[in-house]
């Protein structure tokens, strides 16, 4: 199964807090704003599409303040068409979208379970947000290295009731600094 990308986020990646007790994570690159937060404001600014994402990385680059940014990473997900809802694996259809393709500067980071409960922006991955990085493996990003394993772990975080569902799995990809 191919994902399809849905856009792109600016978020300020956190170091691993000392409360996440996960063997070898040094940041949280999870899909989820719980921790590594997404910028003020955002959200008023109505320039995301369905998804509540952007469909350009100029676009999403235009609700960070310019000073701010060097303090931001960009990031691109890629959703896959299931979603998983009362302990069943279910066909999502994904919004008609204009994101535009990724370019040679991001490099796949993983692969995340995160929940939607309350419309259509992402909201929790448990991984992070409800300490399962503890009991999974995890890479350093706090994200699976496995596509199966991920949608494995959505299933059962759904099913165990970490956060409210249902539950996606996304292909997390990050822009690669650019040196000067």
Same mark, same amino acid.
């Given at each position: 199964?191919? *994902? ?7 978020? #300020?990646?956190?170091? @691993?807090? &000392? !409360? ?21 404001? !955002?959200?008023? &600014? !109505? #320039?995301?599409? %369905? ?9 999403? !680059?235009?609700?960070? *303040? ?11 997900? $890629? ?6 809802? =009362?302990?069943? @694996? ?10 535009? *393709? ?9 692969? =995340?379970?995160?929940? #939607? ?8 991955? *448990? ?6 990085? &503890?009991?999974?493996?995890?890479? @350093? ?11 494995? $772990? ?8 970490? &956060? ?11 822009? #690669?600094?650019?040196? %000067?």
């Amino acid at each position: 199964m191919t *994902p399809t990308l849905i856009g792109y986020f600016p978020k #300020r990646t956190v170091r @691993r807090p &000392e !409360w996440l007790k996960a063997a070898g994570v040094e940041e949280v690159c999870s899909v989820s704003t719980c921790i590594s937060e997404a910028p003020k404001g !955002w959200i008023d &600014e !109505w #320039r995301h599409n %369905e998804m509540f994402l952007y469909d350009n990385p100029d676009l999403a !680059w235009s609700v960070v *303040p310019e000073p701010a940014q060097s303090e931001f990473d960009l990031y691109a997900y $890629k959703l896959f068409s299931v979603m998983f809802e =009362d302990g069943q @694996r279910k066909p999502f259809d994904i919004p008609a979208l204009h994101a535009v *393709p990724l370019c040679d500067s991001f490099v796949c980071l993983g692969f =995340d379970a995160v929940s #939607r409960s309350a419309g259509a922006a992402f909201e929790c991955s *448990p991984l992070s947000c409800n300490y399962m990085a &503890e009991e999974v493996a995890v890479n @350093r990003h706090c994200l699976m290295d496995d596509q199966a394993i991920a949608f494995q $772990k959505a299933a059962e975080f759904e099913a165990r009731g970490c &956060e409210p569902g249902p539950y996606f799995v996304v292909e997390v990809w990050r822009e #690669r600094p650019t040196t %000067e």
